[in-house]
């Protein structure tokens, strides 16, 4: 057994266990230990708990707008409802020393174990298993197995519970109950689309099918209950199967919901189960990052492994990674930023298909990031700050409100914080040079590529005092300074997007011509946009390292704001909930940043001299308060690359438990923000993989320079590169890469800089650090 924290531990590594109760956790634990695929996620709320306890089954692709301002995803009538009763007087949970809940990784199992009391000291004990089918989508199966302290009658009511958590108001406008047979349906319609939710539910206890049982059905419930008889020690055991869709991934929810309920019904707890264990097992084959030696670390890396997943709509090319995943509705289930810089890169080494579907998702959202530029004045595409299904923009003008007068503060995340367009060119860029993929580069990358391009040009201002291009009116990563000019990391992505559309443009004109005219004829391009892309892109004022210093302005006047330190902020501040950023926190006239900006840079391209980014990290890093839950993956990744190992494993453990020890605030400037932080976990693996395993690809050749911190022996995980599949084995004082046997062709490999080694399949390279550590 190891300890993450007094409430925490794992015992194995591959589980994470909370075995402490304590009241005020309850929201951090229905999101911690939710269970979830991708399509939906199911909070980790007990089977009597309602929508005042925070019960939530939040759905994908069901993007509704209910109170006129935020478009969000519903959250469906619970279908796992089971409340329990002995001898007529409700049982309850029971706050005791015995209380736990765990999270079984490996295979997407959530249990609890309580003890429930009647008020006159009656009382079961209760074990719950859950899990969100990943061999079908849709399954939620549940199994309660309540074990009698005395003898006497149990009430079992179990079915649908239509009351539902709602951060911003009731999405449903028509709700109707129906039974087919012995299965309970839920059918409601959203209000703004009239998308149809379906949920279906089926529960037996001991094997007594819901026929035999008594039908109740009230304004807000469609339950069935059953009356047993129990002697104590004899446990009953009570299964629920709930299968959720919506009209727009089904075109018969009813039937399909039906189908799936039947189905597992008729195979079992154990054999659904195992099915979707063993869809869990296959992804894990390919994704897991293990660490010897540290079992704390190990149980967090894989906690983040588990989240970015189940965050992840793996199965479609039309939906986003939210800010929060499905964990709840905060953040509207949308992309930011975070998808393309944070999320995707764990798949683009491990799982190349789920990275090329989310960024097909951002080439079908190219009309929603049109309209947004045309609407705002520009040229191309200018991506939405908050983007939901159809690319529009979903971020409203007013995020917070300043809690100390109660007026709502106007921000400018969805007009001045460009750099998510040139993001997403980025990533585009990246995953051709990683799969060499060119049928998405001819269906899909180009576009984008050109699109961003041409937005940007649009978007930059001459300055010919200066006879340069400048971005000015910007809000970078740093989301307490608004209406800064020239954010180095901003100019430097704009940088990067016209240089790559403008190599695209030279790949497709030496592989396909004829694709490149067709292309450029129906965006209606001509030589006239490359020309001006190259102007723009040569003359474009890029922040640069100071000549005495070292140090990257982060925006025109930085320099000049109030030196002063996080720590000084907090005496400033009167309400722990204000907003510390623009237009008047206590951050926007200092040096104080939310998040890292310039070392974000370096996050990306690395090739500026380390004495540069040490001059760099030396001066922002303790200048920046880690108000955002991107930051501290930033730091660790530029530490470890300037050998601060200690100072990079603080980083990272801070990254990995960010939601396990509850790090962050859940409320800011009035507004719900709680959840698992998904950027977070994808920056967890980027930290231990790309970070302490010094993975990088160049030009199609596997790059590895591995700078493990003390506490760990080893560090293995599994890379493919454009199709071809290497395990990495990094030791203090030996790296090991294995081509895959099934390699179709050999993987070039470089050490360090030792020199490229064409790597065969099934064979091995080692290479020893020389008798001391690779650092």
């Given amino acids: 057994m190891t300890?993450?924290?007094?409430?925490?531990r794992t015992d194995t590594g591959w589980d994470i266990i909370e075995d402490r109760h304590v009241a005020d956790r309850a929201?951090?634990?229905?999101?911690?230990?939710?269970?979830?695929?991708?399509?939906?996620?199911?909070?980790?709320?007990?089977?009597?708990?309602?929508?005042d306890d925070f019960v939530a089954c939040t759905v994908s692709d069901t993007y509704d707008m209910a109170d006129g301002r935020w478009r969000e995803l519903c959250n469906a009538p619970n279908g796992l409802l089971v409340d329990l009763a002995l001898d007529g007087r409700r049982l309850q949970f029971s706050s005791n020393r015995d209380a736990m809940v765990a999270l079984d990784l490996r295979n997407g199992l959530h249990e609890q174990r309580s003890t429930w009391t009647t008020i006159d000291g009656g009382g079961v004990e209760v074990t719950v298993r859950r899990f969100a089918g990943l061999h079908d989508l849709h399954l939620l199966g549940q199994e309660l197995t309540?074990?009698?302290?005395?003898?006497?009658?149990?009430?079992?009511?179990?079915?649908?519970?239509?009351?539902?958590?709602?951060?911003?108001?009731?999405?449903?406008?028509?709700?109707?109950?129906?039974?087919?047979?012995?299965?309970l349906v839920h059918q409601a319609l959203t209000v703004e689309r009239g998308t149809s939710l379906v949920v279906a539910s089926h529960t037996t206890v001991d094997d007594v099918p819901g026929s035999e049982a008594e039908r109740l059905t009230d304004d807000q419930r469609m339950v069935r209950r059953w009356s047993v008889p129990i002697t104590a020690g004899v446990p009953v055991v009570i299964t629920t199967w709930s299968s959720?869709?919506?009209?727009?991934?089904?075109?018969?929810?009813i039937g399909h919901t039906l189908d799936s309920v039947r189905r597992a019904r008729a195979n079992g707890f154990e054999v659904e189960l195992g099915a979707s264990a063993a869809a869990w097992s296959r992804?894990?084959?390919?994704?897991?990052?293990?660490?010897?030696?540290?079992?704390?670390?190990?149980?967090a890396l894989r906690f983040c492994l588990y989240h970015n997943r189940i965050a992840t709509p793996a199965h479609s090319d039309r939906l986003p990674v939210g800010a929060r995943g499905l964990s709840c509705q905060a953040y509207q289930g949308a992309a930011f930023w975070d998808q393309e810089i944070f999320n995707l890169p764990a798949f683009l080494f491990t799982e190349p298909d789920i990275a090329r579907n989310l960024l097909v998702y951002r080439w079908r959202t190219l009309d929603g990031a049109r309209r947004k530029a045309k609407r705002l004045g520009y040229d191309g595409a200018f991506y939405a700050w908050i983007s939901g299904d159809t690319g529009d923009e979903l971020c409203p003008d007013f995020f917070f409100v300043d809690v100390l007068t109660g007026r709502p503060i106007r921000n400018h995340f969805n007009d001045w914080q460009i750099h998510v367009s040139p993001d997403i060119s980025y990533t585009v860029w990246r995953f051709w040079k990683l799969t060499a993929d060119w049928e998405f580069m001819v269906d899909h990358g180009a576009e984008m590529l050109f699109e961003v391009a041409r937005f940007c040009h649009s978007f930059v201002l001459y300055n010919e005092h200066r006879d340069r291009y400048e971005c000015r009116q910007l809000l970078g990563p740093d989301e307490w300074h608004e209406n800064v000019h020239n954010d180095a990391y901003t100019n430097h992505l704009v940088h990067m997007a016209l240089s790559h559309a403008i190599d695209a443009i030279a790949l497709f004109e030496r592989r396909d011509p004829g694709a490149l005219d067709a292309l450029f004829e129906r965006l209606d391009l001509d030589e006239s946009d490359i020309e001006a892309?190259?102007?723009?892109?040569?003359?474009?004022?890029?922040?640069?390292?100071?000549?005495?210093?070292?140090?990257?302005?982060?925006?025109d006047g930085f320099f000049d704001l109030e030196e002063c330190w996080p720590e000084d902020l907090d005496d400033r501040v009167i309400d722990h909930g204000e907003y510390w950023g623009h237009p008047n926190g206590v951050a926007v006239f200092t040096q104080v940043s939310k998040q890292p900006a310039v070392l974000q840079l370096f996050h990306l391209d690395h090739t500026l001299p380390l004495e540069i980014q040490g001059a760099n990290y030396s001066y922002y890093e303790p200048r920046c308060a880690h108000g955002s839950s991107l930051s501290h993956s930033v730091h660790a990744l530029v530490a470890t690359r300037l050998g601060l190992l200690d100072e990079a494993y603080r980083y990272f453990w801070q990254t990995a438990t960010i939601d396990l020890l509850s790090t962050s605030k859940a409320v800011v400037g009035g507004t719900f923000i709680g959840g698992i932080h998904t950027a977070a976990c994808g920056g967890a693996y980027q930290a231990a993989v790309f970070g302490f395993g010094g993975l990088d690809a160049l030009e199609g050749t596997l790059v590895l320079n591995p700078r493990l911190p003390p506490e760990w022996e080893a560090l293995e995980f599994e890379v493919v590169l454009r199709r071809q599949r290497a395990s990495v084995r990094a030791e203090q004082h030996q790296l090991t890469v294995t081509a895959g046997h099934g390699n179709t062709a050999a993987i070039p490999v470089q050490?360090?800089?030792?020199?490229?080694?064409?790597?065969e399949p099934g064979r091995s390279l080692v290479r020893p650090g020389d008798h001391h550590p690779w650092i």
């Fill in 27 to 51: 929201v951090t634990i229905g999101s911690n230990f939710l269970v979830g695929n991708g399509y939906l996620g199911y909070r980790a709320t007990r089977p009597d708990q309602t929508a």
């Fill in 283 to 299: 992804f894990w084959e390919h994704s897991d990052v293990r660490i010897e030696g540290d079992v704390r670390a190990q149980a």
């Fill in 244 to 253: 959720v869709a919506s009209s727009n991934d089904i075109v018969e929810p």
């Fill in 146 to 183: 309540v074990v009698p302290l005395d003898e006497g009658e149990l009430d079992v009511v179990a079915g649908i519970d239509a009351r539902v958590w709602s951060l911003n108001g009731n999405h449903f406008c028509a709700n109707d109950d129906v039974e087919v047979g012995d299965v």
């Fill in 751 to 759: 050490c360090r800089d030792d020199a490229v080694v064409q790597l």
């Fill in 3 to 8: 300890r993450l924290s007094d409430e925490i």
């Fill in 533 to 555: 892309w190259h102007r723009v892109r040569d003359r474009l004022h890029l922040p640069a390292p100071h000549p005495e210093t070292g140090v990257i302005e982060q925006f």
